[in-house]
């Protein structure tokens, strides 16, 4: 088998293409139809989304909500500003995540939010040098959190988020993402009505987005690269919704690439969606057989990430990088507020 490098999966963007604030209306961003089989473009509005669909057809959504998991405090004893980005919810109140300045965030530091209406001690230091935290606070964790948090942007947006409402999916219900599972940004409520009315199922399946999602490929061998693990959860509902509809004939068209990964994760090697929950780290790459998935919505992946791999598994590598070739040409909005695609 080919080593598969990191480098084939380089393309050129020029920075004013990434998106820094979401359109005004959520379903009016730019939609770039790309067909599995014959590398077809075309060019369509996402509002054209049920053009592309069947009733009986199946739609994956993940209604996991961002959490506002950004914290910016002070050392107790020096005053020194530091960020803390939430990543893992652990037991009761101790929480895995990243701190900058790392250097001075040790076993034993003090942390102070708010005018100590939140604090918190460094417990341990973890692999890849996040860190175990315990918070302490007086009432409800996340009403402290929200009175204090900020949303975790990516690191490429640089623009202050008016409304923190636009980096949540308006079917975000299961508080635990430390990112958006973005593909669901460009969905109305009209939009997904008038889906439902066609005869599409909706299924929800929930995966916790961790920021691993933006850790970049360090390994040249793309084989070499180490996931993340994320939590996920598929309800008997969605299960028996998704196998319903292969067992019919129907489509199954995931909305992102974590609806994607929590489905491949939960489902045997029949294809069948087992119910429950767990950690996945699967990593989804060219080669990868698909389980379930037929079809995919996405957004605009960065250059030689894992999320442009797993595009790559599903529509092949040459034709994914010729389709984000003619979306830079296009001008096209790229990334987390960017415009979409749906691969068929």
Not at 222 to 227: A, D, G, K, Q
């Amino acid at each position: 088998m080919e080593i598969l490098k990191k480098s084939d999966f380089y393309y050129d963007l020029p920075q004013e293409l990434i998106a820094q604030d979401p359109l005004e209306d959520r379903s009016s961003s730019r939609l770039l139809k790309l067909d599995k089989q014959t590398g077809e473009i075309r060019h369509h509005s996402f509002k054209e989304v049920p053009d592309f669909l069947r009733p009986g057809d199946c739609l994956v959504l993940n209604d996991t909500k961002v959490i506002p998991a950004r914290l910016i405090g002070k050392k107790e004893d020096t005053g020194g500003t530091v960020e803390v980005l939430l990543l893992k919810r652990r037991e009761n109140d101790h929480f895995e995540t990243l701190v900058k300045p790392g250097k001075k965030a040790r076993p034993g530091a003090r942390l102070v939010f708010g005018d100590g209406l939140l604090k918190a001690e460094i417990l341990d230091i973890l692999e890849e040098g996040n860190r175990l935290i315990r918070f302490e606070y007086e009432g409800i964790f996340e009403e402290v959190l929200d009175a204090l948090g900020e949303m975790p942007l990516p690191p490429y947006i640089t623009h202050k988020l008016q409304d923190k409402n636009r980096y949540q999916t308006v079917y975000a219900k299961y508080e635990g993402s430390a990112a958006a599972p973005t593909a669901g940004l460009h969905f109305t409520p009209g939009l997904l009505a008038q889906i439902e009315e066609m005869g599409v199922n909706l299924a929800y399946v929930t995966l916790h987005v961790g920021l691993g999602t933006f850790r970049p490929v360090k390994a040249e061998n793309v084989l070499e690269h180490h996931m993340h693990t994320e939590f996920y959860q598929v309800t008997k509902e969605a299960a028996d919704c998704i196998n319903r509809t292969k067992e019919a004939g129907g489509r199954v068209i995931c909305v992102g690439t974590t609806s994607c990964r929590t489905i491949e994760s939960a489902a045997d090697d029949a294809g069948i969606v087992k119910p429950g929950c767990g950690d996945t780290d699967i990593f989804i790459y060219p080669g990868y057989q698909f389980k379930v998935l037929d079809g995919l919505i996405t957004n605009f992946h960065l250059p030689e990430s894992t999320l442009i791999m797993l595009v790559s598994a599903l529509a092949g590598r040459k034709q994914v990088l010729q389709a984000y070739k003619e979306a830079v040409n296009e001008k096209y909005r790229f990334f987390s507020f960017g415009d979409a695609m749906i691969i068929l």
